[in-house]
């Protein structure tokens, strides 16, 4: 058998099911009603080092590989709040990586290492009201001033919006020239002109907050630009992966969960005379869902094996055949967790349509998968063109 976590990961593991099921799982609740968890929860992750367990120790983490963000992405999962997680992952898994790739000395103890901490929260502002999947089609623009750069634009969908200290900001530098006039700036949200317009309402995620962004002549330093100037939209490719891949973690261990409590359910409630899970029809519809999800399990930890490999022994970038893997991993995934969530909340029978049921929330909350970070249209695009169709 492949040994993917070894003694330290479990341990992290454990550290990280504690904070879950203390620390957070009480308030659940309380959060979802609220739109909103509160920002100690950062803080709390950060102190336990479980924001930064696989960044470098000289950027702020504990040196570990990957495996470390996959026991941190499973474990959150079980709270029942794709919405926490969501805000979590933002922090450490979405808004981040791209700064310890390509940033400064600077850049990493200003924004990085508190970000890690969770002193600082993060944002990934990519989205906009004109663009989504066409990244190369946004329109927040970052002309060059004199030493500074003054944004002018707006985004939307922002997680974490309505309260980043920054925002890890994709603009375009050179409106003229298409991919190759895309820069990634590190916004601080104090900048004036900068505004959060809306925050938004969802039908899933409550705890977490999603925000319409608008930016006013904000005059950021140069000295915010991450990498190079128009190479923005390439680390934002290699950016993605990362997301990709995290949310296909997250969404494994998701439907895991949802199935293990709805067998459980169908253990007590009995109908005609027995337990439901006793109908053979059930337990062969459960059994199919089990074997997807173990199939959907096994083919993002062989996404996570190549990319584990690539970024953290190798310390390459990430090739195309794992590019490949990484979204079909994230489209896969998508389409399983759906179908477990919606025969699952079926199990439930009239319970399952009742708002406060861990079922109701997480088929709600899983119905994002296939949308955010990517559309499965795009996965489907992505993997089309690496296989040269
Ligand atoms: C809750 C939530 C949180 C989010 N958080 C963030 C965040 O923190 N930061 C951020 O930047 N963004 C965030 N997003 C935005 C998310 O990444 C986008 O919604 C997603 O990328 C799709 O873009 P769009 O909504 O503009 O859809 P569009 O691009 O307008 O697409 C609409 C439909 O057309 C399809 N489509 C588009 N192009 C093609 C094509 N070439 N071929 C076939 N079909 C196509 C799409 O698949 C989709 O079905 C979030 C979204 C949500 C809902």
Not at 294 to 321: G, K, M, P, W
Not at 366 to 382: C, F, H, K, N, P
């Amino acid at each position: 058998m492949i040994q993917r976590f070894g003694e330290e990961h479990e341990a992290f593991r454990k550290t990280v099911r504690a904070f879950a099921d203390k620390e957070l799982a009480p308030h659940v609740d309380e959060w979802e009603r609220d739109e909103m968890f509160p920002d100690w929860v950062f803080k709390r992750a950060g102190e336990l080092g479980i924001l930064g367990a696989h960044y470098p120790e000289d950027h702020g983490g504990s040196g570990g590989d990957y495996w470390f963000s996959v026991a941190k992405g499973e474990e959150y999962l079980h709270i029942g709040s794709g919405g926490v997680a969501m805000g979590l992952l933002v922090q450490s898994d979405m808004a981040t990586p791209c700064i310890s790739d390509l940033g400064t000395r600077e850049q990493i103890e200003e924004f990085l290492v508190p970000a890690l901490r969770g002193e600082r929260i993060a944002a990934i502002g990519v989205s906009e009201p004109g663009a989504g999947s066409d990244v190369a089609g946004i329109s927040t623009v970052a002309r060059k001033v004199g030493g500074d750069y003054v944004v002018n634009g707006a985004k939307t969908y922002i997680t974490n919006g309505t309260r980043a200290s920054f925002i890890t900001l994709l603009c375009k530098t050179d409106p003229e020239a298409g991919y190759g006039g895309i820069s990634i700036l590190l916004f601080p949200t104090d900048t004036k002109g900068f505004s959060v317009a809306k925050k938004l309402k969802k039908i899933g995620n409550h705890a977490s907050d999603t925000a319409e962004l608008v930016f006013e002549d904000c005059r950021v330093p140069a000295r915010y630009l991450l990498g190079e100037e128009g190479k923005g939209f390439y680390y934002l490719m290699q950016n993605f992966q990362t997301e990709r891949l995290i949310a296909a973690v997250g969404a494994v261990a998701g439907s895991q969960a949802a199935l293990d409590r709805s067998v459980q359910y169908a253990r007590d409630r009995v109908a005609f005379g027995k337990p439901i899970l006793k109908r053979e029809v059930w337990q062969h519809r459960l059994v199919d869902l089990y074997t997807e999800v173990e199939a959907a399990r096994q083919l993002t930890y062989h996404a996570v094996d190549c990319y584990n490999h690539e970024r953290y022994v190798q310390r390459t970038q990430l090739s195309f055949d794992t590019v490949k893997k990484v979204s079909m991993a994230k489209l896969y995934v998508a389409e399983v967790a759906d179908k477990v969530m919606d025969e699952c909340l079926q199990l439930h029978g009239g319970m399952g349509y009742i708002e406060e049921t861990f079922i109701a929330r997480a088929w709600r909350d899983q119905r994002l998968l296939r949308i955010g970070g990517g559309t499965s249209e795009v996965m489907r695009y992505a993997i089309a063109k690496i296989l040269g169709f």
